[in-house]
Structures are given as structure tokens and as C-alpha cells.
């Protein structure tokens, strides 16, 4: 163990406990001399030692090493934790773990709360105590699992996003994407804040792809939940269907108006002659794929219409209301014109008009004075015609206005007023009258003198009679 020694005494120290033998041999140049052996027994506590640990301040999950030196004499270690300083075993600490031979101990999952370790050394002799430890365990929170109840796709955008309870969570915030969400940044928008609830109602969205997760927070730190994606597919919003349209509608003209459909790509409009429930082979299309909210509508003939807009998007499509639109067309202008002379010298003369657009029949009016309106001093000579000419034979001397009312369901329509002037010259004439196609009647051959003085005195009062039958008729019809 020495040698070389020439004193006669040698100091022994920090032996750990346990059985020692010694014994001292001499030297010299002829040989060596072994003195007797003896037996000393060292009995002592093991050695000194100090620990330390890992752990954050605060630590956030409550999983750290604790690590010390090594005791002289140990045999092993023992671990024991307190909710107190241990600067001394009394009985309030607790043994976390005993027999440990390594000079290191993995604590894990700790629960949050104040702690305070130490390492004792043991051996046969006794116990030495380390120094203590204080270990501040705050977990962040715990796991989260995002779910929603949501459909998929989502047709309206509204549903909740629902989470568990994260453990030591103080609160939550919602954010929300257009790209999966693998951290919080500026791609992603805070919705919802220091919620205490574990659901978040979510509404108003447009047809798109988005993606949501779930923070918790609390004085440790925060944990994100999983990212989950919701398909919102929301088909065209509603759209109520109006026109300018009066009712009738007189002319044909008007526009089919509409609100602008949320979510909608384009419109298409369809009529039909019946109510329109669902598009099919009675519609017929219109306009397709416009993206105007009104419709222009021209020249309509008379007739029952029934309108509807479909809004598309790549989700769907909606109908709107069913509008009918009635159509009622009075007669269209014509013209009325004549074939007799200037001034006409027999009474023999055709009138004729044109075709009036939607006409289902026509009336012939005179009267001693231009025509404006119908009135008692118009007479209705004959109505219900459905030709285009009217003849007249043998009338008396007198200046006639004509006028032509042409006739439909929705109304009528007055031609131009026309004036022929009846003057026979001072010879035989022939006199009589008719009307249509009957041209039986014929004139008499009448001389000069008294014979012409008493037939236009009968004309006269033939005419007067007539005037005031047909001004019956016509009160009568009215």
C-alpha cells in the first residue's frame, strides 16, 4: 500500500465501513521481516452527497430527472418527496422509492403542485440525507379532441364545434383557416376567445373548405387540439321573383326582377302556361346562365304566363316564387279607308280597314260629325264583323263621318275617322240603301220636279227613323 517508509507510524482515514488487516514488513539490503497482522473494523455512515434536477419552473408535465453524486460507503439510495422542506426525516415526507443503485431517478406524471425531494444514502453503518429540492409542477393543459356535427359536405354553413374538457385548462380559443393548420400564424383568424364552454356555434359561412382547431391556455401554457376540415356546399340562397308587370298587363313590356340569390353563380328563367312547381318539359328556358337579377320581356301576345328563376352554384340550385303574369293586348292600329268620289255623286261607295292586330271583331259607326268618341250622336250601323269591307248604296244627300272600333277580350281600338260628302247633281239618280254584301236592293229612276222634293223629303225622314233605331241599339248593347 506504502512503501519506503522509515518513520514507524502511518495515518489512516476516510475508510468506508468494513473489516480491514494490516501488517508492516521490514527491508533491508539481506532480505525482509513480516510484522503480525491486525484486524481493524471500520463501522460508519455513508458519505456525504449532494442532488439536483431537470425540472422547468414551473414544470409543464410534471416528468424530470432528479440526479445526485456518489455517497462513500453507500450500499443504495432512497427517494422521498414532501410537501415540505425535507431538512430532516420527521415523519411528513414520504418514500418515493427505495434501492436505487443508480446516481439518477426519472420522476413522471406528477400532478400540478409544490414539491420538495431528497436523496438519502444508506449503508449497514446508518444514513446520510441529501440536500432538498423544490420542484413546481403545473401541467399545461391537456389533451383536446375536436369534433363538429357538422354534415359532409355542410350545407348551410351552421354548426358547432365541440371538444372535451382539457385538463387544467382555464379557457379555450377557436381559430379558423383556409389551409390545414399545423401552428397558430397569421394564416389563421381567431373566432373565439376566452371561452369557458367546450363548443363554439358557427354560422354564416359561404361555400368553401375550412379548417378549425381548438386552443387551451393556462398559466403553464397552452395545447393545440387536432385540426379537423368541414366542406361547407351551400346551394344557392333564396329568391323571391317580382315584375313590373301590371295587372293586365296591357302591352307586353315589362321586366321579371329578382333579389340577388347568397352563394349563387348564375340564374336561369323558365315560363310556362301553368303553374310551375319543378322544371320539366313544360318550362321552357329563357335565359340561361345569366348573371343579371332582372329580365327584360318584350312583345307578349295576349295569354297566361307563369314565371320562375333557378340561382346555380357548383352545390346546387333554388327556385324561386312562381309569378303569373297576365297578358291582355287591346287591338293593334289599323286604318280606315274609302273608295267614294270627292264629293261622292251616287251614295254607292266601300269602306275598308286594315287588319287590326288581335282583333276578334270589328264595329262600324257614323255620324253627321267627326268621331271621338261613342255618343248619342253616333250610330252603330252594324258590329260583329269579322271581314275587312263594308258597302253602302244609293244614300241620300249628307256629310258622313266613319269610324271602325275593332274589338278583343282585353279592350278596343278606334280607327281614323273618315268624312265622305253624298252630293248628287241635277240629274236622274239613283237613291237606296244597304249594308254587307247585299246588293239586291236597287234605286228607282226618279225625274226632276216634285217627284225629287218628296223623295228627299222621305230620305230625310227615313234617315231621321234610322238614326234614332240604331241610337237604341247602341244604348241597348251598352
Known amino acids: 500500500m506504502v512503501g519506503g517508509l522509515t518513520s514507524y507510524s502511518y495515518p489512516i482515514s476516510n475508510l468506508y465501513s468494513g473489516n480491514y488487516y494490516y501488517v508492516v514488513v521490514a527491508y533491508n539490503d539481506t532480505g525482509f521481516c513480516m510484522s503480525n497482522c491486525i484486524n481493524v473494523f471500520v463501522d460508519r455512515n455513508p458519505g456525504p452527497l449532494t442532488m439536483y434536477h431537470d425540472a422547468e419552473n414551473p414544470d409543464p408535465d410534471g416528468t424530470f430527472n432528479l440526479y445526485w453524486n456518489e455517497s462513500?460507503?453507500?450500499?443504495?439510495?432512497?427517494?422521498?418527496?414532501s410537501s415540505y422542506p425535507i431538512i430532516e426525516l420527521n415523519g411528513s415526507e414520504t418514500e418515493f422509492d427505495t434501492g436505487i443503485e443508480d446516481l439518477t431517478y426519472l420522476i413522471s406524471n406528477l400532478p400540478n403542485g409544490y414539491y420538495y425531494f431528497a436523496v438519502m444514502a444508506v449503508n449497514e453503518s446508518g444514513k446520510t440525507l441529501s440536500n432538498y429540492e423544490f420542484v413546481n409542477i403545473f401541467h399545461k393543459p391537456g389533451d383536446i379532441n375536436l369534433t363538429s356535427n357538422a354534415t359532409n359536405p355542410d350545407f348551410d354553413g351552421i354548426f358547432d364545434l365541440i371538444w372535451n374538457q382539457s385538463i387544467g385548462a382555464d379557457n379555450y380559443s377557436v381559430f379558423v383557416s383556409k389551409s390545414f393548420i399545423l401552428d397558430i400564424n397569421d394564416n389563421c383568424e381567431m373566432i373565439g376567445s376566452d371561452l369557458i364552454e367546450t363548443?363554439?356555434?358557427?354560422?354564416?359561412?359561404?361555400?368553401?373548405?375550412?379548417?378549425?382547431?381548438?386552443?387551451?391556455?393556462?398559466?403553464?401554457?397552452?395545447?393545440?387540439?387536432?385540426?379537423?376540415?368541414?366542406?361547407v356546399q351551400i346551394p344557392p340562397g333564396d329568391i323571391n321573383l317580382t315584375s313590373t308587370a301590371t295587372n293586365p298587363d296591357?302591352?307586353?313590356?315589362?321586366?321579371?326582377?329578382?333579389?340577388?340569390?347568397?352563394?349563387?353563380d348564375n340564374y336561369s328563367v323558365y315560363v310556362?302556361?301553368?303553374?310551375?312547381?319543378?322544371?320539366?318539359?313544360?318550362?321552357?328556358?329563357?335565359?340561361?346562365?345569366?348573371?343579371?337579377?332582372?329580365?327584360?320581356?318584350?312583345?307578349?301576345?295576349?295569354?297566361s304566363y307563369y314565371y320562375i328563376v333557378k340561382a346555380t352554384n357548383n352545390t346546387g340550385e333554388t327556385l324561386s316564387n312562381c309569378i303569373n303574369v297576365l297578358v291582355m293586348i287591346p287591338p293593334g292600329q289599323f286604318e280606315l279607308i274609302h273608295d267614294a268620289d270627292n264629293p261622292d255623286k251616287d251614295g254607292t261607295f266601300t269602306i275598308n280597314w286594315s287588319m287590326s292586330l288581335g282583333a276578334v271583331n270589328y264595329s262600324i259607326y257614323v255620324s253627321n260629325e267627326t268621331i271621338t268618341e261613342i255618343n248619342?250622336?253616333?250610330?252603330l250601323i252594324e258590329d260583329g264583323l269579322t271581314n275587312f269591307s263594308y258597302s253602302f248604296y244609293n244614300l241620300p244627300e249628307n256629310r258622313y263621318f266613319y269610324v271602325v272600333i275593332a274589338y278583343n277580350d282585353t279592350g278596343h281600338r278606334f280607327s281614323n275617322c273618315i268624312e265622305i260628302l253624298v252630293d248628287y247633281p241635277n240629274i236622274p239618280f239613283v237613291v237606296g240603301g244597304g249594308g254587307g254584301d247585299n246588293d239586291d236592293d236597287n234605286g228607282a229612276l226618279i225625274s226632276f220636279g216634285l217627284?225629287?222634293?218628296?223623295?228627299v223629303f222621305c230620305s230625310i225622314i227615313s234617315l231621321i227613323l234610322l238614326i234614332k233605331r240604331k241610337l237604341s241599339l247602341a244604348k241597348n248593347k251598352k
Open 451 to 455: 217627284l225629287y222634293l218628296a223623295f
Open 199 to 231: 363548443n363554439f356555434s358557427v354560422s354564416g359561412l359561404g361555400s368553401d373548405l375550412y379548417y378549425y382547431v381548438v386552443v387551451a391556455y393556462n398559466y403553464a401554457g397552452n395545447t393545440t387540439s387536432n385540426c379537423i376540415e368541414i366542406f
Open 250 to 264: 296591357f302591352d307586353g313590356d315589362f321586366d321579371l326582377i329578382w333579389n340577388q340569390s347568397l352563394g349563387a
Open 376 to 379: 248619342e250622336n253616333v250610330i
Open 272 to 303: 310556362s302556361d301553368s303553374y310551375i312547381t319543378e322544371i320539366d318539359i313544360n318550362c321552357v328556358e329563357i335565359a340561361h346562365e345569366i348573371e343579371e337579377t332582372v329580365l327584360s320581356i318584350t312583345s307578349l301576345p295576349t295569354g
Open 72 to 81: 462513500l460507503g453507500r450500499d443504495n439510495f432512497s427517494i422521498f418527496i
